[in-house]
T-cell receptor
């Protein structure tokens, strides 16, 4: 099957520091990966589309300088939350598809960020 | 922008009962996906629908892609305690395009 893995699964950091979250496609190559954010008891909100070898496409209202996305290879995308603040605390989830033309999207396990 | 309206927001049922939830949209979608999310985990794909009118089953789960391409429903038959979780519908306009999520249906099953 299509497996997407994230690391770390949870992280606690001090306000003002930067945190990097990795998203890997383990058994397929992904030219496109998607990053979502989810607050407690809410739905998933798309933050940005990560494109291998090119700049990410950010959704309206998402600060690209705050949430840095790098898609350096066909199996790895990273999300860096820069100068994190308590309001950035959330559940971040990445997703990818092994076959973009079929529409199926598979999700990682998610990364819980807590900023103190 | 595109939005998906999912209902009900929550359901409390007895083990063994059937469950039905649905999503509607003001826009046309060409792909409908149904996911289940357990606490602290990422969503897991349950069923994918690609054609208007398509009816697809996965074990006790059945989902349909509405004829108008603006709605979809998910049925769970003979619910069991492990069905507990949040179910999300999601739609895509184009293959490879953004996936838009519904608000979720939180299912509780009483043994």
């Amino acid at each position: 099957g299509a497996v997407v893995s994230q690391h770390p699964s949870w992280v606690i950091c001090k306000s003002g520091t930067s945190v990097k979250i990795e998203c890997r496609s383990l058994d397929f190559q992904a030219t496109t990966m998607f990053w979502y954010r989810q607050f407690p008891k809410q739905s998933l909100m798309l933050m940005a589309t990560s494109n291998e070898g090119s700049k990410a496409t950010y959704e309206q209202g998402v600060e690209k300088d705050k949430f840095l996305i790098n898609h350096a290879s066909l199996t790895l995308s990273t999300l860096t939350v820069t100068s994190a603040h308590p309001e950035d605390s959330s559940f971040y989830i990445c997703s990818a598809s092994p076959r973009m033309n079929t529409g199926e999207l598979f999700f990682g396990e998610g990364s819980r960020l807590t900023v103190l | 922008g595109q939005q998906l309206n999912q209902s009900p927001q929550s359901m409390f049922i007895q083990e063994g009962e059937d469950v039905s939830m649905n999503c509607t949209s003001s826009s046309i979608f060409n792909t409908w996906l149904w996911y289940k999310q357990d606490p602290g985990e990422g969503p897991v794909l349950l069923i994918a629908l690609y054609k208007a009118g398509e009816l697809t089953s996965n074990g006790r789960l059945t989902a349909q892609f509405g004829i108008t391409r603006k709605d979809s429903f998910l049925n769970i038959s003979a619910s069991i305690p492990s069905d507990v979780g949040i179910y999300f519908c999601a739609g895509r306009v184009n293959q490879g395009g953004k996936l838009i999520f519904g608000q979720g249906t939180e299912l509780s099953v009483k043994p």
